[in-house]
């Protein structure tokens, strides 16, 4: 059986993102998210003649068994031609706006999160370099969740000896304004420059249809942001995102802004004016720019000051009453409540 390469692409990138080993089941639906319409048994047939091609192996543990990646397989992902993995990001992104289901006026519903994973024992001064970027205002919002060993989040489980900790996605935005009968385009995400707590221009960005990983994710670990002295001083370099929405919503978006302010979903940094470029990046006819927050800018002040950090942006819809304000988050780690 010949394997249309992009599909293949898609299965090793699924495997490789998961810790633990994955049915054709999970698979398939997981697929569906990108745009293939296959049925198990078809994607149980694909892994099959992956496996004996060396790029995947059955697990052989546990009752429902499943695949994992080889070494072989995550080379296969590196050395596949790039047009293969582009759009991934975009299709993500789309596909969780739509999950979300949140609803401002009950305070209930999914949302999207984000998972930034450290060993244990350096959860403590994680959190003492967190609090300050929550009280600056620079993430996606003022809320945390903690998550313990062995906990599943989406298709991904906490590993031994490591603690999860969870901060508002920005694509919960997307889904709320979705929710509202307001379209959002999601363009790209970048590295904001900050001067006075205030937005300059964008020194780095990535676009979202060009990319298969979190834009915010390679900026991080490229160690371009420096979130820490945002949050100290007002000036530097922090993760965030570029949006379009039909500027006939204007009004209702402001509303909804500040509600989710209130809420402590607040990410929205700029809001254009109908048809004009935002911080020079120019907007389609009858749209307007939004410049959103990166959720990941509380967990980026760790990997800043050298604690190891695994982020896993847009990991999992949680609901929203289970979130916590971040001034709670030391209290509930000397508790050990997580």
Do not use: W
């Not at 994973?117 to 370099?129: G, K």
């Not at 900026?219 to 500027?247: D, H």
């Not at 980026?300 to 289970?322: D, F, M, W």
Request: contains cysteine; charged residues 20%; proline residues 5%.
């Amino acid at each position: 059986m010949e394997i249309n390469p992009k599909l293949k692409v898609a299965i090793l990138r699924l495997l490789r993102d998961s810790s633990h080993p994955v049915g054709s089941s999970i698979i398939t639906t997981e697929l569906q998210a990108f745009g293939f319409d296959l049925s198990p048994r078809t994607v149980r047939l694909y892994l099959e003649e992956m496996e004996r091609d060396g790029l995947v192996k059955n697990a052989k543990r546990g009752r429902s068994g499943g695949r994992e990646i080889t070494s072989q397989g995550i080379n296969e992902i590196h050395d596949a031609n790039v047009n293969f993995r582009i759009g991934f990001m975009a299709a993500k992104v789309d596909d969780l706006s739509y999950q979300v289901t949140f609803d401002p006026n009950t305070g209930s519903g999914l949302i999207v999160m984000n998972i930034s994973i450290i060993d244990r024992v350096n959860l403590p001064a994680a959190v003492r370099h967190m609090i300050p970027v929550f009280e600056a205002n620079v993430g996606m919002g003022r809320l945390a969740y903690l998550t313990h060993e062995g906990e599943m989040l989406g298709e991904f489980i906490i590993p031994p000896g490591k603690v999860g900790i969870g901060t508002v996605c920005s694509v919960t935005l997307n889904g709320i304004l979705l929710s509202a009968r307001i379209p959002t385009v999601s363009l790209f995400g970048g590295v904001l420059e900050m001067n006075k707590g205030n937005p300059v221009r964008f020194t780095d960005v990535i676009y979202y249809n060009g990319t298969s990983l979190d834009p915010l994710e390679i900026f991080i670990k490229g160690k371009l942001t420096s979130v820490r002295e945002v949050a100290r001083s007002g000036l530097g370099r922090i993760g965030a995102s570029f949006r379009e929405i039909p500027s006939s919503a204007i009004s209702k978006v402001k509303s909804i802004r500040d509600q989710l302010d209130q809420m402590g979903l607040g990410g929205i940094l700029l809001l254009g004016k109908p048809n004009q470029s935002l911080l020079e990046f120019p907007v389609e006819e009858g749209r307007t720019g939004i410049i959103v927050a990166g959720g990941l800018n509380p967990t980026s002040a760790i990997e800043e000051v050298g604690i190891p950090t695994e982020h896993r942006a847009l990991s999992s819809l949680i609901e929203y009453q289970k979130l916590f304000h971040f001034k709670e988050l030391a209290a509930r780690v000397e508790r050990e409540e997580y």
